[in-house]
């Protein structure tokens, strides 16, 4: 596990059980679930950015989810 840092997450009980079903669909272990979400949500973030930079306007699928 080089280049791999390790740390303390608490999760709500019941995100934890939607996390490790969705993980078991996907043939992934929770801690990978984990990671590949805040990776797609930081490369969104990142395109995000970029065309805001550019003066392109954000479309529906970039904007934050409704709560």
Same mark, same amino acid.
């Given at each position: 596990?080089?280049?791999?840092k *390790?740390?303390? $997450?608490?999760?709500?009980? =019941? $995100?934890?059980? =939607?996390l490790? *079903?969705? !993980?078991? /669909?996907?043939l992934? &272990?929770?801690?990978? /679930?984990?990671?590949? $979400? $805040?990776?797609? !949500?930081?490369?969104?973030?990142? @395109?995000?950015l970029l /065309?805001?930079?550019?003066?392109?306007? @954000?479309? &529906? !699928?970039?904007s934050p989810?409704? /709560?």
């Amino acid at each position: 596990m080089s280049g791999r840092k *390790a740390f303390l $997450l608490r999760v709500d009980p =019941e $995100l934890l059980k =939607e996390l490790e *079903a969705w !993980a078991q /669909q996907e043939l992934r &272990s929770v801690n990978g /679930q984990i990671e590949y $979400l $805040l990776r797609q !949500a930081v490369q969104q973030r990142r @395109r995000r950015l970029l /065309q805001e930079r550019q003066g392109q306007p @954000r479309t &529906s !699928a970039d904007s934050p989810p409704k /709560q």
